[in-house]
T-cell receptor, first 115, second 109 residues
Framework: DVKVTQSSRYLVKRTGEKVFLECVQD?????MFWYRQDPGLGLRLIYF???????EKGDIPEGYSVSREKKERFSLILESASTNQTSMYLC??????????????FGDGTRLSIL | KQEVTQIPAALSVPEGENLVLNCSFT??????LQWFRQDPGKGLTSLLL?????REQTSGRLNASLDKSSGRSTLYIAASQPGDSATYLC????????FGAGTTVTVRA
């Protein structure tokens, strides 16, 4: 079974802090994704990566950056955390063969609170 | 921009009844459609993926249909059980996933 592991289930940080969310997958997937999930807004794509050191903006990249130095690890960075970034963050991975053709597998999520 | 709608937003049924969950999308140029299950406070579990060339997929008590031309998919869950209580999300892929808001299902024992 595919395993996507997010480093923290719950995280509390202060406004202005630099925040790192880590995601690791164990199935050698080429593609990795970061989403946030908010009540009434559903899941929205922040960034995705289709290869090491490659990244693409999703629908809501403002205030975020990402890093993919190794194939199995995809990090989401909040450069200067703000209260409107309080949310549930979900990481996912998938095989390539046409980025849209393979199922995405999700981690358990990180519930981030910015105070 | 792809818009995905799920109706109803919530559903409550007695145990044993069949469940019918609906998903509609605005742009039929998709690669596939995926149905997920989400338990409270947890991530998403993939249930079924239907490629754009397929009409349906089945897994155990679950059956999903896809009518790409009309922009609709339906997830059927046969003989529902209390363990089926969760939020069900559909997502369409045109290189990235666009999600619906989900249908929250409660199966009463």
């Amino acid at each position: 079974d595919v395993k996507v592991t997010q480093s923290s289930r719950y995280l509390v940080k202060r406004t202005g802090e630099k925040v790192f969310l880590e995601c690791v997958q164990d199935m050698d997937h080429e593609n990795m994704f970061w989403y946030r999930q908010d009540p009434g807004l559903g899941l929205r794509l922040i960034y995705f990566s289709y290869d090491v050191k490659m990244k693409e903006k999703g629908d809501i990249p403002e205030g975020y950056s990402v890093s993919r130095e190794k194939k199995e690890r995809f990090s989401l960075i909040l450069e200067s955390a703000s209260t409107n970034q309080t949310s549930m963050y979900l990481c996912a991975s998938s095989r390539t063969q046409g980025i849209g053709n393979q199922p995405q597998h999700f981690g358990d999520g990180t519930r981030l609170s910015i105070l | 921009k792809q818009e995905v709608t799920q109706i109803p937003a919530a559903l409550s049924v007695p145990e044993g009844e069949n469940l019918v969950l609906n998903c509609s999308f605005t742009d039929s140029a998709i690669y596939n459609l995926q149905w997920f299950r989400q338990d409270p406070g947890k991530g998403l579990t993939s249930l079924l993926l239907i490629q754009s060339s397929q009409r349906e997929q089945t897994s155990g008590r679950l059956n999903a249909s896809l009518d790409k031309s009309s922009g609709r998919s339906t997830l059927y869950i046969a003989a529902s059980q209390p363990g089926d209580s969760a939020t069900y999300l559909c997502a369409v892929s045109d290189y990235k996933l666009s999600f619906g808001a989900g249908t929250t299902v409660t199966v009463r024992a």
